[in-house]
């Protein structure tokens, strides 16, 4: 049932003319409105995090749990890194590096559902790490697929787990040549289409993993802008080149350095109060370990799709004081999604090629702070000067 509704789904959609978002949409609450006939017929609204009743917030909160689902979904399916992204379309794909293992768990695993007389049987089952097999457990296959990579010195007396040794560095070999390439790809303004593409869709959430793209569109258009040294993103790639996780807590989201000056990149979605509460420790602290590391003057590109007041304020006065944990005073610019998009647009407008501009726009908005009354007159300040910044 369920596989025919997704088929009927895939050629409904291929068929449809008009705006696609919003046939999916009408697609979406129609299958919600199903799902919840019962509670829909009998006018029983009540959803846990709101006291609004309604049919209109019912579906809309239905729809957002559903997505939340998928995302987690996702997030899990991709663990395994049995499967990726394609880079244009950002749809879920079998990862090409890992076809033989998925076409291996397809041949190989029982379809029958399983039935299990109490928990105890289902938790032994689910925990057991062999219940399901898998290519990299088989010693013959694991063998053929290092020889087709290429790796020939192959012992008869290694065990399965230098085997599997062998086949990670394989993965890491191929998972940097991945990565370089796409450097490659990006240089010279090649890819801005596609990069202001992917920021519309995680400005819209119509990614799975928004946060996650986000970093790593910020590091693409760093990588663009193809005059630094070094352009290090700390979120994690899968095998093909493809993000997986978001940076670790203990480091920038980007890393940049240029001959004589650094910059950090922090990315967030969060908004409100709930910004300042997640961001206002982290990103001066990453500013401060990134300045004692490089011992060069360095500034922070702080990028949200909105940036709370209480944020504006805190990175404003932080510029103005002495802190010795940040190595001084901290030079963090806030800047709107929006804006950075800006940012980079107009770095193409001007073919930016001398990072000295970007040095001497990043430092004049710090004086600017230095000097203005509040906030508010320096963010204007620096909504102005982004207009102009590679000229």
Known sequence: MIVGKIKRFQDEISQHKGNRKEFINTYFEREICEIFDDEIRSCDFKTRESTERSFKKFVRTKMANMRDYADAFVRYIRASELVTFQKRTLRLIV?????????FILTNIDRTPKTFADIKEFKEYLFTPYSTPLLSDNKSLLIEKLQRAGVNQIDAGYSIDKLKDMLDDVHHQIQYKNIENSKRELKEYKEIDDILNVFEKVKNRDVPDASLF???????????????????????????GMPLNTAQGNKPDIEIEFDDFGLIAEVTLSSGATQFKMEGDSVPRHYGDFLQKLKKTSYCL?????????????????????????????????????LFIEFITVAK????????????WLERLWLINQTVEDESAWNRYIEEEIKIWAA
């Open 95 to 103: 990862s090409p590096q890992k076809r033989e293992e998925v076409d």
């Open 214 to 240: 986000l970093e790593w569109n910020v590091w693409r258009s760093f990588v663009m802008l193809n005059y630094a040294r070094r352009v290090d993103g700390n979120f994690v790639t899968d095998v093909d």
């Open 302 to 338: 702080f990028i949200a799709p909105q940036i709370d007041d209480g944020t504006k304020a805190f990175f404003f006065n932080l510029n103005k004081g002495y802190t010795k944990r940040y190595g001084g005073a901290t030079r963090i610019i806030p800047m709107t999604l929006d």
């Open 349 to 360: 407008k001007y073919n930016f090629s001398n990072p000295s501009k970007l040095r001497q």
